[in-house]
């Protein structure tokens, strides 16, 4: 692809990576609304001047994440697991027709992890987009995917249903460590 199709790519594609990159004074909201990918002015973020159509997009995913309460705070008083799921409104906020996720719940507690899986199966399924999720919990993966494709040394040694994926499958994809028992 040019560089101008490569671009237009990625506009399509929503990213949720492991950590979420903040301005940690702007509010949820803002943050969500300053970082809209390939989209958003910078020089409109700057001033906090945003259309109104984006403003009822913004508000419109911020309930969707279950964050609706907490768009007025700042950045730096929310939680893990709420930074994340404002990570993953503000992928929303791009309309892509993908959306890819590394590791979202990598740095999360139970509770919290469970609450993003939720809301990615959630939003996938409400706004029809495939989520494709990189991630090494696999009782997460068993509880939210529709499949998973399990690797080992860049081959890939499992493609199927969560139902599946028995703990033969994973020493074939992590090994024979003591981590199954």
């Not at 994340?84 to 890819?100: D, H, V």
């Amino acid at each position: 692809m040019s560089g101008a199709e490569l671009s237009e790519s990625r506009r399509r594609i929503g990213v949720v990576s492991r950590e979420c990159s903040f301005v940690e004074h702007l509010s949820a909201a803002e943050n969500l609304l300053s970082g809209e990918p390939g989209f958003a002015s910078s020089w409109r973020a700057w001033r906090s001047r945003f259309r109104p159509d984006d403003v009822r997009t913004a508000t419109e995913l911020l309930d969707l994440v279950r964050l609706s309460d907490s768009a007025n705070r700042r950045a730096d008083e929310l939680t893990a697991g709420q930074r994340q799921r404002i990570g993953i409104a503000r992928a929303l906020m791009q309309q892509p027709k993908l959306l890819l996720a590394d590791e979202p719940t990598a740095a999360l507690d139970p509770a919290a992890s469970v609450e993003v899986m939720e809301v990615l199966a959630r939003v996938g399924y409400a706004r029809g987009i495939p989520v494709l999720i990189n991630m090494h919990n696999a009782d997460l993966a068993k509880r939210f995917a529709d499949r998973i494709i399990g690797m080992s040394a860049g081959a890939i040694v499992f493609d199927g249903a969560p139902a599946y994926l028995t703990d033969d499958v994973l020493r074939q994809i992590y090994g024979e460590e003591t981590w199954l028992r």
